[in-house]
């Protein structure tokens, strides 16, 4: 059965059950020296992030840029410490109104209850129609966050 959550850190809570060690915000849930992959992302976007401080940097640059409806957990697969989970989500790229309607497989491997490698797979082409292009997808994300 799928579930809906509003948000990302609900979803891995749901996703990695008690095998999460408990964590009052998104970030904590990453090991410090977290390896967060993007298999799939296109030119302009990265495709690998390491460190917790990497991670939060690049939810920072996504934020402003996709506006995230609903997020529905489907199949989760556990096979000791890593977790394998499909999911989807709805949004809109916010400077172009054009859908993110995204389908991700996600495997996340846990050391101490904190989550050390994160290999995500998704569609390029929906993060592209929804940022409007390539080229336009690379520029949004090089622009600088104002603290």
């Given at each position: 059965?799928?579930?809906?959550?509003?948000?990302?850190?609900?979803?891995?809570?749901?996703?990695?059950?008690?095998?999460?060690?408990?964590?009052?915000?998104?970030?904590?849930?990453?090991?410090?020296?977290?390896?967060?992959?993007?298999?799939?992302?296109?030119?302009?976007?990265?495709?690998?992030?390491?460190?917790?401080?990497?991670?939060?940097?690049?939810?920072q640059?996504?934020?402003?840029?996709?506006?995230?409806?609903?997020?529905?957990?489907?199949?989760?697969?556990?096979?000791?410490?890593t977790?394998?989970?499909?999911?989807?989500?709805?949004?809109?790229?916010?400077?172009?109104?054009?859908?993110?309607?995204?389908?991700?497989?996600?495997?996340?491997?846990?050391?101490?209850?904190?989550?050390?490698?994160?290999?995500?797979?998704?569609?390029?082409?929906?993060?592209?129609?929804?940022?409007?292009?390539?080229?336009?997808?690379?520029?949004?994300?090089?622009?600088?966050?104002?603290?």
């Open positions: 059965m799928d579930h809906k959550f509003d948000s990302f850190s609900d979803l891995l809570r749901a996703a990695l059950g008690e095998k999460l060690a408990p964590s009052d915000s998104l970030l904590g849930m990453f090991d410090e020296d977290v390896v967060f992959e993007f298999p799939y992302a296109p030119e302009g976007l990265p495709k690998r992030l390491d460190g917790v401080g990497a991670l939060d940097a690049h939810l640059k996504l934020g402003p840029l996709i506006d995230f409806g609903p997020m529905v957990l489907g199949t989760v697969h556990a096979a000791g410490d977790i394998i989970f499909e999911f989807s989500c709805t949004g809109k790229g916010v400077r172009t109104g054009a859908p993110y309607d995204q389908d991700y497989i996600s495997v996340v491997t846990l050391r101490d209850g904190r989550i050390m490698r994160y290999r995500d797979y998704w569609n390029p082409t929906v993060v592209l129609t929804a940022l409007g292009g390539r080229e336009a997808a690379a520029a949004a994300y090089a622009e600088e966050v104002p603290a």
